[in-house]
């Protein structure tokens, strides 16, 4: 896992606001983590008490640390405004913090004997000098092993929509499998049909594109077939994090059962196996929206 820790200031009862850690790809690690599955997350630690709240949170959780840098920059810090229907907006403050100072970062060799997969996403990978330096990380592991992409589209901290676009477009090129949710389509392709623009990226390179669409499930787009996944019903208390959790419950299907393997894509084709780790991934988000913050 590549990319940012974010510290989400969650509105609290009296108008108070909590802060929780977050940050798309450190929640992923640390969903899977937790439920046994090896995983390091690559990025930066801020040198303040939120980065220290940061590093506990993943020594807890049991991911590895290896390629966690810790400085002595200020955390990154996202406001999240939280909607009638659970879903949250951001406004972040990122100058000058520590999650996108990478900088002559030397990452790690991505060998199948000893990696699964890459994942990278979300602010770090659309600011620089992270943004570049994860974008010819992923160019140089995807002929190794399968490299997974969720955008966790900002655009008030990523910038203008149209470059983001095009950004998107080329990272989800580089990709085997894209994660991305019905809102972030719809802010980077307003009024265009999620299928379309789904089937658009594959042509691009992806073996598999899934698209979230909160209480209304999932849907998973292949050359094959389309293969649709109600979401399970629960008494959401906020849907943040979310869409991480989902992205924890579909690699970790894949990869504890044995398909997340290049020479195992041609699997993917099978919409039984994409059914069941469709199935799994919406279980998981399910419970993330029972509890405030990301989980």
């Not at 929509?161 to 991305?180: F, H, I, N, Y």
Request: net charge neutral.
């Amino acid at each position: 896992m590549a990319g940012e820790n974010v510290i989400d200031l969650v509105p609290a009862p009296g108008g108070q606001l909590r802060p929780t850690c977050g940050g798309g790809p450190a929640n992923t690690a640390v969903a899977l983590a937790r439920r046994g599955i090896p995983t390091a997350l690559v990025g930066s630690v801020g040198g303040d008490h939120f980065g220290r709240r940061v590093w506990r949170r993943h020594i807890s959780a049991g991911v590895r640390r290896d390629w966690l840098q810790r400085t002595d920059l200020p955390s990154t810090l996202g406001l999240a405004v939280v909607n009638g229907d659970g879903t949250a907006r951001y406004d972040y403050w990122t100058t000058g913090t520590a999650d996108f100072a990478w900088e002559g970062r030397s990452l790690p060799r991505p060998d199948p004997g000893t990696v699964d997969l890459v994942h990278f996403g979300s602010l770090a990978a659309y600011l620089e000098p992270s943004a570049r330096i994860i974008e010819h990380w992923v160019n140089r592991a995807r002929g190794a092993v399968p490299v997974t992409f969720d955008p966790n589209i900002r655009l008030g901290a990523m910038g203008d929509a149209a470059k983001v676009r095009e950004r998107t477009e080329r990272l989800a090129g580089l990709s085997t499998l894209v994660r991305v949710s019905e809102r972030d389509l719809a802010q980077l392709y307003p009024d265009t049909p999620v299928d379309r623009v789904a089937r658009e990226w594959l042509g691009l390179g992806p073996e598999l594109v899934v698209v979230t669409l909160g209480d209304a499930g999932s849907v998973a787009f292949h050359r094959n077939h389309t293969t649709e996944m109600t979401a399970p019903r629960v008494d959401v208390v906020d849907a943040i994090g979310a869409g991480d959790a989902f992205t924890s419950g579909l690699l970790g299907w894949l990869t504890s059962a044995g398909w997340m393997r290049l020479d195992r894509l041609p699997s993917w084709g099978n919409p039984t196996v994409v059914a069941a780790a469709l199935r799994y991934a919406s279980q998981i988000a399910a419970q993330a929206c029972t509890v405030p913050g990301a989980p």
